[in-house]
């Protein structure tokens, strides 16, 4: 049976996982047993609309191309528009919800309170929004148990890089003791600018602004406030350690010139600003900074606007994934791999 699919905002990635479900349609049918249609579309700036027996994709993405309203798609029998996200996740026929709202990172809202609904209500949640499992994990992991429902958010760390379920799945068995990463690929990709063509930080931040990387205003990034929320979801996640955003001191890039550049060179050694968590007794301790790292380290071979991390496992040593750390397509088909989770679950039970 068919999963019935809510959207909780529909910018950027909430269309590129609804374009992956219109474009590989049969693939997914034929290869993983795989089907889903989109019943309702919630968006606080581009309106809202609900059909129960589902909406078709093309003409979605169309009237909103053409008018930027989806409450201009052809009028239906059943069809029903203007329901804010909070009715949309507790009424409609949705069995999951995709939470892709505009959230406050700082307060983890409108998504924490989505995700609070849908529990609540006996649905799945899948996000990309960092806040809510950053700032409320173990409240939102409790709500989602009791009410038996699957809460997945592989993308809010690497984008589609499985750098969440991949030490869950495939280094089971390990104590992962350490968590490395370059999880931040603005920076990554301005140090790398700054280091190869000898270009100073504001020179590489302001192409890093018109390629995309960057935005306008860069302060998360450069400051290392998006890394800090990823070492906090990695820390309760992977190593089971409680960490809060508050416990992780935090340093950005902004401060490094490229007399630093030049000197790591010199030395043999390369800037990058490192995510780590350590198990130290029954605690972990984290930090977000710019460090040195040799260039014989997994890690300083990652250029450009790439993500990787590295895991020290007590039984297989060091582990390093890279991969794509954000962007439409990848940012989509994370969301994608968690709704083939929830239906792999599915089956397992059946059986």
């Not at 350490?178 to 690929?185: A, Q, T």
Request: with cysteine.
């Amino acid at each position: 049976m068919a999963h019935k699919l809510a959207f909780i905002g529909f910018g950027v990635v909430g269309q590129g996982l609804a374009e992956i479900l219109r474009d590989k349609k049969e693939a997914l049918k034929k290869d993983e047993d795989f089907e889903a249609e989109i019943v309702a579309i919630s968006d606080f700036m581009k309106g809202s609309i609900y059909h129960p027996n589902g909406l078709d994709i093309d003409t979605a993405l169309q009237v909103l191309k053409d008018t930027g309203n989806l409450e201009n798609y052809p009028q239906m029998p059943g069809l029903v528009t203007g329901w804010d996200s909070l009715k949309t996740i507790r009424e409609t026929n949705a069995d999951t919800i995709i939470e892709v709202s505009y959230t406050d990172v700082k307060t983890g809202q409108p998504a924490i309170n989505h995700c609070k609904a849908a529990f609540e209500n006996g649905k799945n949640v899948v996000m990309t929004n960092k806040g809510p499992v950053a700032l409320a994990y173990k409240e939102l992991s409790e709500i989602a148990n009791k009410h038996g429902v699957y809460w997945g958010f592989e993308g809010t760390v690497m984008s589609g890089t499985p750098a969440l379920r991949m030490p869950i799945a495939t280094l089971a068995g390990n104590e992962i003791t350490e968590i490395r990463g370059i999880l931040n690929g603005t920076t990554n990709y301005i140090l790398t600018k700054m280091e190869v063509e000898g270009v100073t930080y504001e020179e590489a931040l302001k192409e890093a602004q018109e390629l995309g990387y960057a935005e306008a205003d860069p302060t998360s990034d450069v400051e290392g406030y998006d890394a800090r929320y990823k070492i906090v979801i990695l820390s309760n996640y992977v190593m089971n350690a409680p960490l809060t955003v508050e416990e992780v001191s935090c340093k950005g890039i902004t401060d490094i010139t490229l007399k630093d550049i030049e000197e790591a060179k010199n030395e043999g050694k390369r800037w990058k600003l490192l995510a780590k968590a350590r198990k130290e007794g029954d605690k972990v301790v984290a930090s977000i900074a710019p460090e040195k790292v040799d260039v014989t380290d997994s890690l300083a071979s990652i250029s450009g606007a790439t993500n990787a991390i590295t895991y020290e496992c007590d039984l297989l040593g060091s582990v390093t994934l890279s991969g794509a750390g954000a962007g439409k397509v990848e940012t989509g088909f994370s969301l994608l791999i968690d709704l083939i989770t929830i239906d792999r679950q599915k089956q397992l039970v059946k059986i």
